[in-house]
C-alpha cells in the first residue's frame, strides 16, 4: 500500500509541479544559455533501484569541460559557472528530475541518485540496500549533504568524515520510510531552501544521526 500511494502521489506531485514552475524552467533555460556555452539540461548516468541505470536530468551548473565526475561537489568548487551557483544554492538545477519521476526511475524523496562509479564505492556491504527503492529529489542525506557536505574543501576530507554520516542516513531512510516521513522531509526540504537561500550558514546535525 505504501509504494502504491507514494507512486500516486510522485505522479501529483510532478504533474502540478511542472505547471507551476514552468516559468522558472523557461528563465532558467535561457540564462544558461546566455551565460555559458552549452546545452542547457545535463544528462548523467545515475544508479537506480535494484542497481538499473538510467538518464538523471538536471539544469547544468558546472562548465562543458569541468572534466572527470567527483565524489561530490565543494566548496568554491572551480567546475561551477556563476549563474550555475546560484541555481545550486536554490536547488533550481535538480527541477528537470520532476520528468525522472514521471518515467518512474525516481521518487519525490528517496536516497541521492549515485554516479555509477562512486555508487561502487560506497554502496557496499549494508548500504547496497540503499538501491532497495528509487532514488529521489530529496531525503535525510541529500539535506545533510545540501548544508553540511558542501562546506568541506578537499575531496579526501568529504570521504573520510562526511561520506560514512550520509550512507548512515540514507539506510536510516530505508529501514525507517513511512508516508509521514516523507512528507515531513518534504516540508524540511522547504525551509532548508529558503534559509540557505536567505543566506544561513550554520545548520544543526541531523537527529537522525544521533539515534
Not at 532514488?135 to 568529504?158: I, K, N, Q, V
Request: a positive charge; charged letters at 30%; aromatic letters at 14%.
Amino acid at each position: 500500500m505504501y509504494d502504491f500511494i507514494k507512486r500516486c502521489f510522485d505522479l501529483l506531485f510532478a504533474v502540478l509541479f511542472l505547471i507551476v514552475f514552468s516559468p522558472i524552467y523557461l528563465l532558467t533555460i535561457i540564462i544558461i544559455k546566455i551565460t555559458s556555452p552549452g546545452p542547457a539540461i545535463y544528462k548523467a548516468a545515475r544508479v537506480g533501484k535494484d542497481g538499473r541505470l538510467f538518464t538523471c536530468y538536471k539544469f547544468r551548473s558546472m562548465r562543458v569541460d569541468s572534466g572527470k565526475v567527483r565524489l561530490t561537489t565543494l566548496e568554491n568548487d572551480d567546475r561551477i559557472f556563476p549563474f550555475g551557483k546560484f541555481i545550486r544554492k536554490t536547488k533550481i538545477d535538480e527541477m528537470p528530475q520532476v520528468v525522472n519521476i514521471l518515467k518512474g526511475e525516481m521518487s519525490v524523496v528517496g536516497p541521492r541518485p549515485e554516479d555509477k562509479e562512486n555508487a561502487d564505492k560506497v554502496y557496499i556491504g549494508e548500504y547496497v540496500h540503499i538501491m532497495d527503492v528509487k532514488p529521489g529529489l530529496t531525503s535525510t542525506a541529500s539535506l545533510y549533504d545540501y548544508t553540511h557536505g558542501e562546506l568541506f574543501e578537499d575531496e579526501e576530507s568529504y570521504e573520510k568524515e562526511f561520506m560514512p554520516k550520509k550512507l548512515k542516513l540514507e539506510l536510516y531512510y530505508i529501514n525507517h520510510r513511512t508516508l509521514w516521513y516523507d512528507f515531513v522531509l518534504i516540508l524540511k526540504t522547504a525551509w532548508l531552501i529558503i534559509l540557505k537561500t536567505c543566506g544561513k550558514k550554520e545548520f544543526r546535525e541531523p537527529k537522525e544521526l544521533r539515534k
